[in-house]
């Protein structure tokens, strides 16, 4: 069974204290995996995608970086609007036809001035 | 700009009406998506089609159904609505297979 799971549940840091978010998946192969910003009462906004180990994507105070079994998001520096849920969809080869995202249960981040 | 839009944003109802919520999407995208978000679990695949005439169950399809008539909408039907379908749901679409997908502002259900 696929799954991907995130940690920690919830993290706090002052504003401008870098630090890293996780994601780690279990799937029998990885076709592509996904980072989304979720603000309080919206919808989740796409941010990255990766495809392969090694992979390295950057938005402004974000990197994400993928190795065989997970994959990273790097906060450098981070302001108090980056306060948000972040979350992790994995899309895995499940057999032909399959297209489906398996989402983990996020990330609360709160940057504190 | 091209967005995706869903209505109502908030609904209250019964336990046994039939509620359907709405899904409309300007960016031609064939592929189109339903969740649901709960507390203490990720956002889980409800339908999903990969164009006009297509549906196809995800992981937690019983009590809802879908149909596509067209390529901008996907509305998502509650047969007889229960306590457990109130949650979060979201709508989103992806321009190819596999790419990632543009989520709705989602609408809140509240069954009582």
């Known amino acids: 069974e696929d799954q991907v799971t995130q940690s920690p549940e919830a993290l706090r840091l002052q504003e401008g204290e870098s630090s890293s978010l996780n994601c780690s998946y279990t799937v029998s192969g990885l076709r592509g995996l996904f980072w989304y910003r979720q603000d309080p009462g919206k919808g989740p906004e796409f941010l990255f995608t990766l495809y392969s180990a090694g992979e390295e994507k950057e938005k402004e105070r974000l990197k994400a970086t993928l190795t065989k079994k997970e994959s990273f998001l790097h906060i450098t520096a981070p302001k108090p609007e980056d306060s948000a849920t972040y979350l992790c969809a994995v899309h895995p080869y499940s057999g032909a036809g399959s297209y489906q995202l398996t989402f983990g249960k996020g990330t609360k981040l709160s940057v504190i001035p | 700009d091209a967005e995706i839009t869903q209505s109502p944003r908030h609904k209250i109802t019964e336990t046994g009406r039939q509620v359907t919520l709405a899904c409309h999407q300007t960016?031609?995208?064939?592929?189109m998506f339903w969740y649901r978000q709960d507390l203490g679990h990720g956002l889980r695949l409800i339908h999903y089609s990969y164009g006009v005439q297509d549906t196809n169950k995800g992981e937690v399809s019983d009590g809802y159904s879908v149909s596509r008539s067209n390529t901008e909408d996907l509305p998502l039907t509650l047969e007889s609505a229960a306590s457990s379908q109130t949650s979060v749901y979201f709508c989103?679409?992806?321009?190819?297979?596999?790419?990632?997908?543009?989520f709705g502002p989602g609408t809140r259900l509240t069954v009582t």
């Open positions: 989103a679409s992806s321009e190819n297979l596999g790419s990632e997908q543009y």
């Open positions: 960016w031609n995208h064939n592929n």
